[in-house]
């Protein structure tokens, strides 16, 4: 007689010996499954989705086409000799950049995951998640602060007399050099002779023209960040550093006030406000761009500029620092390895083409890049010969580049305040374009791990509005007269190792640990195709290969923190460290405490203890302390085999496989679904 079967299970049983401790015992996969699956069901659409096709595309193109194109490009491309950033940087785009672009969407479309939680794929490597999130933050803090620089510019953008654009302002010195006096110096020709630049330097009591500073200079280091310019230092004009804090600015405050509560206003409903505000940001800006390409090549010296751009410096490709620093770029550019690329793509349609986007987006960025740096250089052309001196000595090479190249150029202009305050504005929209689908990454990532603060329409938006007011705090600090160098020590140290290692790990913990093939496969389960040779290549070996040598060889050559001529400290080494430290230190955390959870203490023992058969070959030799062993394998060999009973859910049972060896047996209910074939165990 059988006995009667539970209502919605199926019993087997697992057989196991001694030596095969089972690994499933009183599973139940009932009704709690049923209430987990549910609740997996409920938080999926209460993420929310994308408007439509268009939406997500313009909103793609907006987090990746952001103001690391204008403002980091530019000055990265100069810092590493123009044209010889050229050839690593696309190098880096395609062996890099675009199969982990095409990875991640499709890693993010796949699982409908954020950052954090896409890591149920590998539960041990959930770390590199934290690590996603801890690289967004820093990023979203410094992208802040170059938005609130533009802000500030704006705002003294509404007038006829620009404060960059003289040198009888309380924050200029007799260093500062109009356009008019430097095109006084250059009128000398051959049948006049004068030795007016002698004169010029002798009158403002320096000794080369590369002490010389514009209006503009003066403006950015001295009256709107209140601090010294970096090139000065080691020279008589030298004061100021990252320890010359003091008090926030107050306008700088205000600015930065005003940014994160556009932020927090844009974000207040997440992504369904997020989709239509790009759709005017991603698009504004290549028409400014355009226009101040077409005028900058018409300044005189602009030639010499584009050249310096386009013509590499052969030498500069043997330093690693210009190759770390294009594949970083990338990263930067393409919002990779810090999963905002992972967060924006999980709300999207689970059947999207993200073959066609993963092409189409990459290309797009990049070559926006590009041809914002045409602008820049031509720019920078113009200054050298205005200065009279070498491309590469007429401005100082940091994150500030764009902030005093770009005025001398719109105050040139026609109608100069309209194109001035376009311009800034649109370096407002690209640093939105940015900053929102950052901080959208960080809160969807916790919102992810705790459902809780989605299940109320208050508590999301007191969520965000907390999270807005501690982001603000962080950032104050950057205001004060040395922020500059705390926020360029904070750039420097995001974008060099943690966007390398995180990359590294991430392809290390779904290609080799998960499975190339598995993942292609549910590739194709998503869109119908699997991934070429191409990405099945550059994800499983060639990637790997390129960040594994760049980081080991920029760890190798790492050389003394500095901003052109102002060398940090040797406490921001530590500083600097730490920061890198922060972003990482996450993988082997979260490991560590995955395995304590589990068993692994017990795990490690056991792994650690001799195992039974360790002992002499012969068992003539088995004496003292391996005298028993002989008689205690005969006593396991003859031992019947123990069962545990597994309760399986009959809507499971297609889940289940015997593919680790183990004898699975009915035991005598009876039950339609008891001779069903088991996929999964």
């Known amino acids: 007689m ?12 697992v057989g196991s010996g001694e030596d095969n401790p089972p690994l499933y015992k009183d599973v139940q996969l009932t009704e709690v499954e049923s209430q987990k699956e549910a609740a997996r069901e409920q938080n999926a659409q209460a993420r929310g989705a994308w408007g439509g096709q268009i939406e997500f595309l313009m909103t793609m193109i907006g987090t990746a086409v952001g103001i690391g194109n204008v403002w980091r490009f530019p000055y990265l491309c100069y810092k590493n000799g123009g044209g010889a950033f050229l050839i ?95 095109a006084w110096m250059n009128e000398c020709n051959a049948t006049v002779k004068c030795d007016r630049i002698n004169a010029t330097l002798a009158a403002k ?19 709107a960040m209140k601090m010294s310019n970096p090139k000065l230092f080691g020279t008589e004009y030298a004061d100021g550093g990252i320890d010359d804090f003091r008090m926030p600015d107050t306008y700088l405050l205000i600015c930065l006030a005003s940014v994160w509560i556009i932020v927090f206003l844009v974000l207040l409903k997440g992504i369904n406000s997020l989709g ?26 602009a030639g010499k500029g584009i050249e310096y751009y386009l013509i590499p410096d052969w030498n500069k490709l043997t330093e690693i620092q210009v190759w770390s620093d294009a594949a970083t770029q990338i990263f930067f550019s393409l919002s990779i390895c810090s999963g905002g690329m992972i967060a924006m793509s999980s709300y999207n349609n689970f059947r999207n083409n993200v073959y066609r986007d993963a092409i189409i987006i990459p290309l797009i960025n990049c070559a926006t890049s590009v041809y914002a740096g045409f602008a820049v250089f031509a720019v920078l ?32 202009m026609p109608i100069p305040t309209l194109w001035t305050i376009l311009f800034f504005l649109m370096l407002i929209m690209l640093g939105f374009s940015s900053l929102f689908s950052m901080t959208e990454t960080i809160f969807t ?110 760890i190798y050559q790492h050389e003394e923190l500095k901003v052109d001529k102002y060398i940090y400290p040797a406490w921001c080494e530590v500083i600097y460290w730490l920061i890198v430290m922060f972003t990482v230190v996450w993988i082997p955390i979260v490991a560590v405490v995955y395995i304590y959870k589990n068993g692994g203490l017990e795990v490690l023992r056991a792994a650690a203890a001799p195992s039974k058969n360790w002992g002499p070959a012969l068992a003539e030799n088995r004496t003292g302390i391996y005298g028993h062993k002989s008689s205690q394998m005969l006593q396991d060999i003859s031992q019947p085999q123990k069962h545990t009973k597994v309760r399986i859910a009959p809507s499971n049972i297609g889940n289940f496989q015997d593919n680790n060896g183990f004898h699975i047996q009915d035991e005598g209910y009876s039950s339609k679904e008891e001779n069903l074939p088991i996929t999964h165990l």
């Open 381 to 412: 052309g113009y200054l050298a010969e205005m200065k009279n001196v070498d491309i590469s000595e007429v401005a100082t090479a940091g994150p500030g580049l764009v902030f005093v190249v770009y005025p001398e150029a719109l105050e040139n």
């Open 88 to 182: 690593p940087y696309v190098i880096s785009l395609g062996l890099v950049g675009i199969p982990i672009f095409y990875f991640e969407l499709a890693f993010g479309q796949f699982s409908s995951l954020g950052a954090v939680r896409i890591w149920n794929i590998s539960p041990i490597c959930k770390g590199i998640g934290f690590g996603f999130v801890a690289a967004t933050f820093l990023i979203a803090m410094s992208y802040n602060v170059v938005v609130t620089w533009s802000v500030f510019y704006l705002a003294n953008s509404f007038t006829t007399n620009f404060p960059w654009s003289g040198c009888n302002n309380t924050w200029n010195d007799q260093r500062c050099t109009t356009t008019a006096e430097y």
């Open 2 to 13: 059988t006995k009667p079967v539970p209502a919605n299970e199926v019993v087997f049983t």
């Open 205 to 223: 009591n320096v000794t080369s023209l590369q002490l010389l500073e514009t209006p503009s200079e003066q403006f950015f280091y001295s009256g």
């Open 445 to 554: 990532s916790i919102m992810d791990l705790i459902p809780e603060l989605r299940n109320k329409v208050w508590k999301p938006i007191m969520f965000r509005g907390v999270s807005i007011l501690i982001f603000f705090a962080i950032v104050v600090p950057d205001t004060c007269p040395g922020g500059f160098y705390l926020m360029t020590l904070v750039d420097q140290a995001i974008g060099g190792y943690p966007l390398l290692l995180l990359g590294l790990a991430e392809l290390i913990a779904v290609h080799w640990i998960y499975g190339t093939s598995r993942f292609c496969d549910d590739i194709e389960l998503m869109i119908g195709r699997r991934p070429n040779i191409y990405y099945r290549a550059t994800w499983t070996v060639i990637a790997p290969v390129i960040l594994l040598f760049i980081t080991v060889a920029s």
């Open 276 to 301: 239509k505000i790009v759709y005017v940001v991603a698009t504004f800006p290549y028409l400014i761009i355009t226009v101040m390409l077409v005028f900058s090549c018409t300044l005189k010296g």
